[in-house]
């Protein structure tokens, strides 16, 4: 174990609400590297290619399937590395989160946070 993956477990451990992984792969290869990684134990689903009909991101049809299964939540806060993908969910109302490891500080990026790391995650209060 080093000190990244204890960055990870404790900036995943921090968010007390349900965690999704939202995949343009196929939901069984995301279990296979959470696995891989040591990571699978700390997300309660997978939304993956098949469960999007195979319409991936940034296709709308993925987002509206999680805001569909997920309904009874008052909020998604959603964390990605592509603009593009950022944009959709943040024009549904979604708070947006722009993972950029090239990023040199933490700034408000249009309408997205910008992280460079994970531990970056416990300094935005959600």
Same mark, same amino acid.
């Given at each position: 174990?080093? %000190?990244n993956d204890q960055v990870r477990w404790q900036a995943l451990n921090s968010i007390i609400?349900?965690?999704i992984v939202f995949t343009n792969n196929a939901s069984s290869f995301a279990q296979y590297v959470l %696995?891989?990684?040591g990571l699978s134990g700390f997300f309660s689903d997978i939304i993956g290619m098949k469960e999007m009909?195979?319409?991936t991101k940034p296709h709308v049809y993925g987002y509206k399937v999680i805001e569909k299964k997920y309904s009874k939540f008052d909020r998604i806060i959603f964390c990605d590395d592509r /603009? =593009?993908?950022l944009d959709i969910a943040n024009s549904?109302?979604?708070i947006t989160i722009l993972f950029n490891p090239q /990023?040199? =500080?933490f700034e408000i990026n249009k309408n997205h946070f910008v992280i460079k790391s994970f531990k970056e995650l416990e300094t935005l209060n959600l």
């Open positions: 174990v080093d %000190s609400a349900k965690k %696995s891989y990684i009909n195979f319409l /603009q =593009e993908n549904l109302g979604w /990023q040199k =500080e």
